[in-house]
């Protein structure tokens, strides 16, 4: 069976939390827009509001899906012998699009309204979510092998050795001091041709990309730590809020379709 490509995966991912948006918003928007004391009378009232059936069922399936990105990227964080059931990476994007839909369902469940101590969940929960943007952004910008494991400096340097050592092969002069404008007039002045000239500044910008990344290394780890600080306790309340808020609901009877 044919493998589904890494960038195509990735895509579908993107696509999905986009299209359930604009489902959402053509199945209520003539709800939604109404004020509150108004929505009695809309014909999707009991549809649509919180403890509706597509509101409630919205509001299970959102918990749900965060429950699951969180404990499933957790587990597979921390635990060595799950190592063999794919790539951190590919679970951290996996985290991130359940962490995505999961927010866009319970909006949509709270009908875009909410108050009391629900509302320091849903804030909690756009924090965590705004956050975790910006821990992606830090994510990438720290160099990792192709399984996610981050990537020592000793390794990156050995990484350099060798781009530069394949430079020097190639016949290029002090590889690791010429720029890559500098590189490719050298390659015209010596005639080589275009298939040799194009691997060969490939290899330049691998270098030089792997240049910049150790660069920021320290300063993205660093930064990265902080980032837990901020990213982690707003997780924390959010489910806390959010268990206390299902509890509540259950003990009032409010039971979906069960």
């Known amino acids: ?5 890494h960038r195509l995966f990735l895509i579908t991912l993107s696509l999905i939390p ?18 509150l ?3 009695f009378f809309h014909p999707g009232h009991h549809t649509l509001k919180p403890g509706g059936i597509m509101g409630h069922g919205l509001g299970i399936a ?3 899906a965060m429950i699951l990105g969180i404990v499933l990227y957790m587990v597979r964080k921390r635990i060595p012998s799950l190592m063999r059931l794919g790539h951190l990476k590919h679970w951290l994007e996996f985290h991130i699009f359940l962490c995505t839909i999961g927010p866009i369902m319970i909006l949509f469940h709270t009908s875009f309204k909410f108050g009391g101590v629900v509302a320091i969940s849903f804030w909690c929960m756009v924090a ?4 975790g943007i910006i821990g992606r952004f830090i994510y990438i910008q720290i160099p990792r092998n192709i399984e996610g494991r981050v990537l020592s400096m000793a390794e990156l340097q050995e990484m350099i050795r060798g781009l530069t050592g394949q430079l020097f092969l190639s016949g290029i002069t002090d ?4 720029t890559l404008p500098e590189l490719k007039e050298a390659l015209l002045n010596q005639g080589s041709p275009r298939t040799e000239m194009k691997s060969i500044l490939t290899l330049k910008r691998k270098e030089l990309k792997l240049k910049r990344k150790i660069e920021r290394l320290r300063s993205m780890q ?4 902080y980032w837990h600080v901020i990213h982690l306790p707003f997780a924390i309340i959010m489910m806390l809020i959010m268990l206390i808020h299902v509890v ?3 003990t009032f009877g409010y039971r979906w379709i069960f």
């Open 248 to 250: 509540v609901s259950i």
């Open 128 to 131: 965590v979510f705004i956050s």
């Open 18 to 35: 986009i299209v359930l948006i604009v489902f959402l918003i053509l199945q209520g928007v003539s709800y939604y827009k109404l004020p």
């Open 175 to 178: 590889p690791d001091r010429k």
């Open 1 to 5: 069976m044919k493998k589904i490509p």
């Open 222 to 225: 660093e930064l990265f730590k």
């Open 62 to 64: 959102g918990t749900l």
């Open 37 to 39: 004391e108004e929505r």
